[in-house]
């Protein structure tokens, strides 16, 4: 027996060298579950210097289109244990205590003649790095919007996506005077400060459609007392007719090249869609049915226009090619679906989805015909999709009164925009505006 | 949760078990073992046959091994909680999506550094696995010393399930 012990004690020793030699072994392990929630963010109050303060409070700015976005949760400054405001200052214990993925701080200093210098950096807390730092001068009424461009960097830096909170929104308002309505077209900045009127009018607005590159407006007005289309520039407000034919004129909807719209007309004695071209004002119907066919919308690649018809008895998204061929029904839940766009990636729909008189921004997801209500009020209307396609914005109404609000698009976040003056109708959001950026 | 473990060097505790097994069989050893018994086992324990000669009955080796692979489990099971429990799985997350980081830990189960094996294609939920594990440091490890060695570099496959 005692040459087997031997023997074995041999072994072992060869065991061990054998089992020596770690890069051979790595275990695997599963991680399925998780938190689902948004990305935790502290942002720390910018610091400044001088007795002036700053008309915009930019970290709040900041804090509040993040959290908008649906993609991150802002941590409460309650549970801060310090407040950096320079890099120096900065100790990501502190950060790792609170459970921050990542840390947003900045300072805001008065520079010469009402200018402001803007400094921020973005650090990710668990791998102890900066991850952008960026230095602004602006004048005081330029905050706001390097807010939004601080906020679109850091949603850039940490989801890998373009952020669109430098993009803007543009709506409808009504207000009443003491004998009639008064109409406003408005554009404003993606969380609603900083209205712009681009027309008044006493007559009702519908309809506004951003052109691909953000420079034109195309919407319906009653200015002449029936429903005429227009297209509008919105830097130096320069407009023209674009379709005034017997009937109506409505439902713009501009190709991806921007060379076509696709529009409403019932000159030929129904409500049909065409297609006009933008070169020369031709004409091209699409749909010939004894219904009401509008409310089209482009497919991303411009290959197929949804829209809404009745055709089925009720109204209903339908699809079909950019010439009008092979038209399909899309929507077949609930008792009324209209006001159809398609996402940037054209992977889904957002439309407005009713069922017993409650009316919800909804999304149709293409391939599975799955329809996911996103809200809770009932009386929501034109959801248009943010340009990177997180977000839909739309109408709803509060006390009585038209609002509008955001929502991301998983569900999840819902926000009311700031409050507008009057009721406020027919939200759509712009495309990306590629604008030199202040500096 | 599932741990799997890779070992290139199986080949050859196979064959020195084998011939273990055998050089006590034909010393007419009481217990009688058949390589194959040893087969399942023995990826994971190597280490814990270096208790003494004392034990090394081939019995004694197999409860042994058996005790280090469920202790490995055990470890794995918490590993995968706590990391978990530090995971916030990014919006828009899909079925489907899957990344694997590779994690090294220091001794004491501070996670030293989380690399990017293999990338979802989505930078929000690889850095939301990466941050999940640094997170979740000091990650637990086994008592015994000699097993510690088994997590000091781990795979850690992100791959959620659920309602997105």
Redesign the interface.
């Known amino acids: 027996m005692k040459a087997v012990q031997q023997l074995t004690k041999l072994m072992v020793v060869v065991l061990l060298v054998a089992y020596a030699t770690p890069a051979s072994a790595i275990l695997t392990i599963e991680i399925t579950q998780g938190v689902d929630g948004g990305l935790p963010i502290a942002i720390v109050p910018f610091g400044g210097a001088g007795k002036e303060r700053p008309p915009q409070d930019v970290a709040a700015v900041i804090e509040a289109d993040l959290a908008r976005s649906g993609r991150f949760t802002a941590l409460d400054k309650k549970v801060f244990v310090a407040r950096p405001t320079d890099d120096k200052q900065v100790i990501f214990k502190d950060w790792r205590i609170v459970k921050a993925e990542a840390l947003v701080i900045g300072n805001v200093q008065p520079v010469a003649q009402g200018r402001w210098q803007v400094e921020f950096r973005l650090y990710d807390i668990y791998k102890e790095k900066q991850l952008a730092g960026y230095s602004y001068v602006v004048a005081g009424d330029r905050l706001r919007a390097v807010a939004h461009q601080i906020s679109d960097i850091i949603y850039e830096k940490l989801t890998g996506e373009p952020g669109v909170f430098s993009t803007r929104i543009a709506y409808v308002t009504r207000e009443r005077d003491a004998k009639r309505f008064l109409y406003k077209l408005q554009i404003a900045d993606s969380d609603g400060y900083n209205p712009v009127t681009v027309l008044n009018s006493v007559e009702p607005l519908l309809s506004p459609a951003w052109s691909p590159d953000g420079m034109r407006l195309a919407y319906v007005s009653f200015e002449q007392r029936r429903p005429i289309l227009y297209m509008q520039n919105v830097v130096h407000g320069s407009r023209s007719r674009i379709a005034e034919f017997n009937g109506i004129n409505s439902a713009p909807a501009w190709s991806p090249d921007g060379t076509k719209l696709a529009l409403t007309l019932s000159r030929d004695g129904n409500p049909e869609i065409y297609v006009m071209q933008m070169s020369d004002n031709s004409l091209t119907r699409l749909t010939n049915n004894p219904a009401i066919d509008t409310e089209p919308s482009w497919s991303p690649d411009s290959k197929e226009i949804v829209f809404t018809s009745d055709r089925g008895g009720k109204p209903q998204i339908y699809r079909m090619r950019a010439d009008g061929s092979n038209v399909e029904r899309v929507t077949f839940e609930g008792d009324y679906n209209a006001r159809a766009s398609y996402s940037p990636d054209g992977k889904m729909l957002t439309l407005v989805s009713g069922a017993q008189g409650r009316y919800h921004a909804a999304l149709l997801h293409l391939q599975s015909a799955v329809l996911q209500v996103l809200t809770d009020t009932t009386l929501d209307e034109s959801p248009s999709f943010a340009p990177n396609g997180r977000m839909i914005l739309y109408a709803t109404e509060r006390g009585g009164r038209g609002v509008l609000a955001s929502v991301s698009s998983d569900g999840r976040v819902r926000q009311l925009l700031k409050l507008q003056e009057g009721d406020v109708r027919e939200p759509a959001w712009s495309p990306f505006i590629h604008t030199t950026p202040t500096n | 949760?599932?741990?799997?473990?890779?070992?290139?060097?199986k080949k050859?505790?196979l064959t020195?078990?084998g011939?273990?097994a055998l050089?006590?069989a034909a010393?007419g050893?009481s217990e009688s073992v058949k390589p194959g018994i040893e087969d399942k086992s023995v990826?994971i324990d190597?280490?814990g046959?270096?208790t003494g000669?004392s034990d090394?009955s081939a019995k004694g080796k197999t409860e042994q091994t058996a005790r280090a692979k469920s202790e490995?489990a055990r470890i794995?099971s918490l590993?995968?909680q706590k990391?978990?429990?530090n995971?916030?799985?990014?919006?828009?997350?899909t079925r489907g999506m899957e990344c694997m980081v590779?994690v090294r830990l220091a001794p004491t189960g501070e996670v030293m550094q989380v690399e990017i094996a293999r990338s979802s294609g989505?930078?929000?939920f690889d850095?939301?696995?990466?941050?999940?594990v640094?997170?979740a440091s000091p990650l637990p490890l086994p008592k015994d010393k000699r097993l510690i060695?088994?997590?000091?570099?781990?795979?850690?496959?992100?791959?959620?399930?659920?309602q997105?």
Do not use: H, N
């Not at chain 2, 949760?1 to 060097?9: E, G, V, W, Y």
């Not at chain 2, 850095?127 to 999940?132: G, I, K, L, N, V």
């Not at chain 2, 060695?149 to 659920?162: A, C, K, V």
């Open positions: 949760m599932k741990i799997s473990s890779k070992f290139m060097d050859i505790l020195v078990l011939i273990a050089a006590l010393c050893g990826g190597a280490a046959t270096g000669a090394m490995q794995g590993i995968r990391v978990e429990r995971w916030v799985r990014p919006a828009g997350w590779r989505s930078p929000a850095r939301s696995a990466q941050t999940a640094y997170k060695e088994d997590f000091r570099e781990l795979e850690l496959r992100f791959r959620p399930e659920g997105a």
